[in-house]
């Protein structure tokens, strides 16, 4: 202070070379606003010379839109009242408009009265076309962010979340108050919380990118599986600032690579059980002697068009009336002669082999030696599923009757076809099988517990 006593006499040039060189316009007013100073930076931003707009009212340079502005600056001032920095409009010279941002104080005489008003205005035109430009692109992010079909996220270089996308808040029905720096641990599985945070936090300490495979809690209380990820932002200097993390719902695709899974090992299970099967045809046809390609081409063609539609079906249920369909094909016109009657019901894989193998083997013989053999021949196949007492459960059963052809005889030794309408369906489905070689017309039944058979 004591030296700038001493230097007293060159304040006033002091405060004038600062007020002269600076890059804000200072411009001294007096309360009822009129113009007493005007500095070089004024003249340069608004384009009015000293000589021009001092004696002149500040408010030619105001907007007719904003001129109560002036009014309240001035109001303010004759309270003592200091106005911070306001941003708003004024108007140049030209007609131009300049974006400036104000700061306006009183001015006091040496006994603490308020004399004039000092106002301060800056040219901030470049930097709100810069805010603009930031403000667009951070739109567009947002627009972006919020409308891809991930969730997302964005974390400080701790890894503590500080921002999420709308998908988000959408789907787990939070909010950021809940979801803020580690929250998002609330929507973890809490099985699986602590080893998806260790990794998490792994990778955040080592500065890589981190992904990883874990569900997370819908608004509905249901868990979806997410494949996760997150990528470091960095600095020039190569420090991470940041980082951007995705999580993208994979579970459809895990449904459906488990599907596949077993799909996979289902036809592996099938395929391996057909081959033994094939094989077991094989060896007994050739056993039985008899015309030994036939036999064997009309087996094959059977297991085949079984095949054929449970393929269909993509190893889904099968209709019954579907697989009978399909056995008695082979017969042409001859399967006009045969009646199917039953329910529309849905029957597994695993059952649909035997039964459509007992068909199949009994339309054979029924066209060779039994009733398909002459033209009055008539065979009907019925099934049911029977859920009358005494019946502890429901019972499914099918059944196979021939009528009108040559009289039956019991055969003398039991082939593989015997096997094949007896063995088979009782050893697979668990039932039991009736055969009946009445003179009338031979005759065959199966029964065996519905949760057998059907799904």
């Known amino acids: 202070m004591n030296q700038f006593v001493e230097h007293e006499p060159y304040a006033d040039a002091f405060f004038a070379a600062i007020v002269e060189n600076s890059s804000d316009a200072i411009v001294g007013k007096t309360l009822e606003g009129v113009v007493i100073s005007w500095n070089a930076a004024a003249t340069r931003i608004f384009g009015y010379s000293a000589e021009e707009i001092i004696g002149q009212s500040i408010r030619k340079l105001i907007p007719m839109e904003r001129q109560d502005e002036e009014d309240r600056i001035l109001a303010a001032i004759r309270a003592g009242r200091r106005v911070p920095s306001l941003e708003t409009q004024r108007i140049r010279k030209d007609g131009a408009v300049v974006d400036v941002a104000i700061t306006v104080s009183p001015v006091r005489d040496r006994h603490g009265n308020i004399v004039a008003a000092s106002k301060i205005a800056r040219d901030i035109t470049e930097r709100l076309a810069i805010r603009r430009q930031l403000d667009a692109r951070e739109s567009e992010?947002?627009?972006?962010?919020?409308?891809?079909?991930?969730?997302?996220?964005?974390a400080g270089p701790d890894g503590q979340l500080t921002w999420y996308?709308?998908?988000?808040?959408?789907?787990?029905?939070?909010?950021?108050?809940?979801?803020q720096g580690s929250g998002w641990q609330a929507v973890q599985r809490p099985d699986l919380a602590d080893g998806v945070?260790?990794?998490?936090?792994?990778?955040?300490?080592?500065?890589?990118?981190?992904?990883?495979?874990?569900?997370?809690?819908?608004?509905?209380?249901?868990?979806?599986?997410?494949?996760?990820?997150?990528?470091?932002?960095?600095?020039?200097a190569g420090k991470v600032t940041q980082w951007f993390g995705t999580n993208t719902d994979i579970t459809e695709r895990l449904d459906a690579q488990r599907r596949i899974e077993l799909l996979l090992m289902?036809?592996?299970?099938r395929s391996r059980n057909l081959l033994a099967v094939v094989q077991s045809v094989v060896r007994q046809t050739v056993a039985g002697g008899g015309d030994v390609v036939e036999r064997l081409e009309q087996r094959i063609a059977g297991l085949s068009a079984n095949q054929d539609l449970l393929v269909e079906r993509s190893w889904a249920d099968v209709p019954v009336r579907e697989i009978v369909d399909a056995q008695l094909k082979f017969l042409g016109d001859d399967s006009e002669r045969v009646t199917a009657s039953g329910p529309n019901l849905m029957i597994t894989p695993s059952a649909a082999e035997p039964i459509a193998m007992a068909i199949h083997e009994m339309a054979t013989n029924a066209i060779k030696y039994g009733s398909l053999s002459v033209p009055e021949g008539r065979a009907a196949i019925e099934w049911t599923i029977d859920r009358q007492p005494p019946a502890?459960?429901?019972?499914?059963?099918?059944?196979?009757?021939?009528?009108?052809?040559?009289?039956?005889?019991?055969?003398e030794r039991e082939g593989f076809g015997g096997r094949i309408i007896r063995d088979v369906p009782r050893a697979k489905l668990r039932g039991e099988v009736a055969i009946d070689y009445a003179p009338q017309g031979f005759r065959w039944s199966l029964s065996c517990p519905a949760a057998h058979v059907t799904a």
């Open 141 to 154: 992010f947002r627009v972006m962010a919020d409308n891809i079909s991930q969730l997302a996220w964005i």
């Open 266 to 269: 289902e036809v592996n299970h």
């Open 392 to 411: 502890a459960e429901p019972v499914f059963r099918i059944s196979w009757r021939e009528s009108g052809g040559p009289t039956v005889c019991v055969p």
């Open 197 to 236: 945070t260790a990794r998490y936090m792994d990778c955040i300490e080592r500065g890589v990118q981190w992904e990883d495979t874990f569900p997370l809690l819908g608004a509905d209380g249901e868990y979806r599986w997410f494949l996760s990820r997150a990528v470091p932002i960095r600095d020039e």
């Open 165 to 179: 996308n709308r998908r988000w808040y959408e789907y787990t029905g939070t909010t950021f108050e809940q979801m």
